[in-house]
Nanobody, 120 residues
Framework: QVQLVESGGGLVQAGGSLRLSCTAS????????MGWYRQAPGKQRELVAA???????TYADSVKGRFTISRDNAKNTVYLQMNSLKPEDPAVYYC??????????????WGQGTQVTVSS
């Protein structure tokens, strides 16, 4: 099992910045990828950014150039630096850890979610 604890959400003005953090505990040794998803009211949860063990990051087109994902493996923590926040960015942001166990398969773990609100 993997437990994820997020922090860093809040209210910011449009154009401002926020930094989200997510720390994993438990069976962290088998985590392949950590990432951030978001879900706005009435919409499906969508990938924002992800970083696998090899460091090749992936971003949603809507956040490229504004958001940066990074990972500190020594601290089992993933960060999402969000700059130039826009009115379309508000959502609940969820940390995700994807774990592969060869014998049994793939597993996804989720944090509790942190609210990001952008005021215009």
């Amino acid at each position: 099992q993997v437990q994820l604890v997020e922090s860093g959400g809040g209210l910011v003005q449009a154009g401002g910045s926020l930094r989200l953090s997510c720390t994993a505990s438990g069976s962290v040794f088998s985590i392949n990828t950590m990432g951030w998803y978001r879900q706005a009211p009435g919409k499906q949860r969508e990938l924002v950014a992800a970083v696998p063990n090899d460091g090749n990051t992936t971003y949603a087109d809507s956040v490229k150039g504004r958001f940066t994902i990074s990972r500190d493996n020594a601290k089992n923590t993933v960060y999402l630096q969000m700059n130039s926040l826009k009115p379309e960015d508000p959502a609940v942001y969820y940390c995700n850890a994807h774990r592969t166990i060869l014998a049994t398969g793939h597993y996804d773990y989720w944090g509790q979610g942190t609210q990001v609100t952008v005021s215009s």
